[in-house]
C-alpha cells in the first residue's frame, strides 16, 4: 500500500506565488522527511528535510511545514519562480528495523509556474 | 564532494546483449542503492547494498545482477532484458545505520533503451 499519500498531482502557479504541496503518512517509525525536485531526464535533488523533533525548517524559497500528531507534511515554494517548474517527491523513512535504508515516496506532483 | 556519478548517460541494447550500468560515489557513504523510473512515477527501489553486501533485493528479475566490488562502486549488469524494462536507472548512496539518518544522494541516471 502507499506509504505516503502526496497531493495535488500537478499544480499551476503564477510566477511570485507560492506553490504548496502537501505529503501524508501512517507509519509513526517514520522519523525523517525529505523532498526531493526532480527536472525532466535527470536525478531527483534532495532539496530540504525534516525530522520530526521541529515543526517548520526553512532553506531560502522553500519551507517545510511538519504536524506530527495529524501525520502531514507539505512544503510551501515562496515567490515561486518558473525555473521551479519540476516534479516534487515527498518521501519519509525511518531507522529502524528492516526497513533500513528504504526510502517511500509519495507519487509525485509535476509544478509549473507560468511567468 | 556530494556527487554521484553513472555512465552510460544513455544505453540502446537489443534483448539478447549483455551490458553495465556503472555508478560511483566517493562521500564515504557505506550504503548504495539502485533505483528504476519510468517516466512520471516515483523511484522503485530495485536493490541495496549495505557494507558492500547485498541487504535488499526486492524481487527484482534475474537478468538484473547487481554487483558492489568496493564502498565506492556500484555496477548493473543486464542480460536478456525485455522492452518493458525501458526505463530510467537511477543510483544513489547514503550513510546507513541506526545513528545515520536516511539521506540519499542521486545520480543523473542511465536512461535505457531496450529495442
Known amino acids: 500500500q502507499q506509504q505516503v499519500k502526496q497531493s495535488p498531482q500537478s499544480l499551476i502557479v503564477q510566477k511570485g506565488g507560492i506553490s504548496i504541496i502537501n505529503c501524508a503518512y501512517e507509519n509513526t517509525a517514520f522519523d525523517y522527511f525529505p523532498w526531493y525536485q526532480q527536472f525532466p531526464g535527470k536525478g531527483p535533488a534532495l532539496l530540504i528535510a525534516?525530522?520530526?523533533?521541529?515543526s517548520e525548517k526553512k532553506e531560502g524559497r522553500f519551507t517545510i511545514s511538519f504536524n506530527k500528531s495529524a501525520k502531514q507534511f507539505s512544503l510551501h515554494i515562496m515567490d515561486s519562480q518558473p525555473g521551479d517548474s519540476a516534479t516534487y517527491f515527498c518521501a519519509a523513512s525511518t531507522r529502524r528495523g528492516s526497513t533500513l535504508g528504504r526510502l517511500y515516496f509519495g507519487r509525485g506532483t509535476q509544478l509549473t509556474v507560468w511567468p | 564532494d556530494t556527487e554521484v556519478t553513472q555512465t552510460p548517460k544513455h544505453l540502446v541494447m537489443g534483448m539478447t546483449n549483455k551490458k553495465s550500468l556503472k555508478c560511483e560515489q566517493h562521500m564515504g557513504h557505506r550504503a548504495m542503492y539502485w533505483y528504476k523510473q519510468k517516466a512520471k512515477k516515483p523511484p522503485e527501489l530495485m536493490f541495496v547494498?549495505?557494507?558492500?553486501?547485498?541487504?535488499i533485493n526486492e524481487s527484482v528479475p534475474s537478468r538484473f545482477s547487481p554487483e558492489c566490488p568496493n564502498s565506492s562502486l556500484l555496477n548493473l549488469h543486464l542480460h536478456a532484458l525485455q522492452p518493458e524494462d525501458s526505463a530510467l536507472y537511477l543510483c544513489?548512496?547514503?550513510?546507513?545505520?541506526?545513528?545515520?539518518?536516511?539521506?540519499?544522494?542521486f545520480g543523473p541516471g542511465t536512461r535505457l533503451t531496450v529495442l
Open positions: 544513489a548512496s547514503s550513510q546507513i545505520g541506526t545513528f545515520a539518518y536516511n539521506e540519499q544522494f
Open positions: 525534516i525530522r520530526p523533533d521541529v
Open positions: 547494498y549495505s557494507y558492500e553486501k547485498l541487504s
